[in-house]
């Protein structure tokens, strides 16, 4: 109902005047504070920093689901390698120069399609948060570890656990056993859930780090360092579910 109709109804003898008592009269308006600004403000950098959030863990699940892929597709390769080679696994005997436990690439890539010289662009064998930790720069980008991110389990330094050369059934446990492994696992560090950010150092027990294991299968698991000696350097103790040794 207008003014007009309001003002008769209560009498007023001119609707007109009604009219010009309402005109006169200000809106009420709700203000906005300086406490209202902050509010708001407040609300969109939450929401800046939970979308930043959001894409860094879609981001680092990416990274560890290619680096997982790499693992698989190198694990497939070194059984194919065997099965070609008396189901023998990579070994200590190389016509390379380099350690086994990284220029077994040279043995097992053209399993994967690659029959050119060993490269950076060798994607397979690159894990996209490599951060290397004993020269500097990537493993993958560097030509000493054969531009590869991945070791096969086959250390062959005095005393070190390895399966390198082992026939596949001389391996008691397949599903147990580490065939291959990204390189910080060595250490233990970790690229993917790191205690330790970007830093290689120090080394710290249960890094996690992504590995496939003779059976084929890749995953995470936490790696164990008794505090002094490479984690290479022995099968862990009681209660973790991997092991380098083949029996």
Same mark, same amino acid.
């Given at each position: 109902?207008? *003014?007009?109709?309001? %003002? ?7 609707? +007109? @005047? $009604?009219?010009?008592?309402? #005109?006169? =009269? ?12 902050? *509010?708001?403000?407040? %609300? ?7 979308? +930043? @959030? $959001?894409?860094?863990?879609? #981001?680092? =699940? ?186």
């Amino acid at each position: 109902m207008n *003014a007009r109709c309001k %003002a008769m109804e209560r009498g007023h003898s001119s609707p +007109q @005047a $009604a009219w010009n008592k309402t #005109r006169g =009269q200000k809106c009420p308006r709700s203000a906005f504070t300086g406490l209202d600004l902050i *509010a708001v403000v407040s %609300a969109c950098v939450i929401l800046v920093v939970l979308g +930043q @959030a $959001a894409r860094m863990r879609a #981001r680092s =699940q990416a990274q560890m689901k290619v680096c997982q892929n790499n693992l698989g597709q190198i694990g497939k390769a070194v059984l194919e390698f065997a099965h070609e080679n008396g189901s023998k696994l990579p070994g200590a005997l190389q016509t390379q120069s380099g350690d086994p436990w990284w220029f077994y690439k040279e043995q097992v890539k053209i399993h994967m399609g690659l029959t050119t010289p060993s490269s950076e662009e060798d994607r397979a064998f690159a894990c996209p948060v490599d951060r290397g930790y004993s020269d500097p720069g990537p493993f993958c980008k560097n030509s000493r570890f054969d531009y590869s991110s991945y070791v096969l389990n086959a250390v062959t330094l005095n005393g070190a656990p390895n399966i390198a050369g082992w026939g596949i059934s001389e391996i008691s446990e397949p599903k147990k056993t580490l065939l291959a492994m990204e390189w910080c696992a060595h250490a233990p560090l970790s690229w993917h859930r790191s205690r330790t950010g970007k830093a290689n150092a120090p080394f710290y027990c249960d890094a996690e780090g992504l590995v496939v294991f003779v059976d084929g299968h890749a995953e995470m698991i936490p790696i164990y360092y008794d505090g002094f000696n490479a984690a290479y350097t022995r099968d862990p103790i009681a209660g973790y579910r991997y092991r380098y040794s083949g029996r």
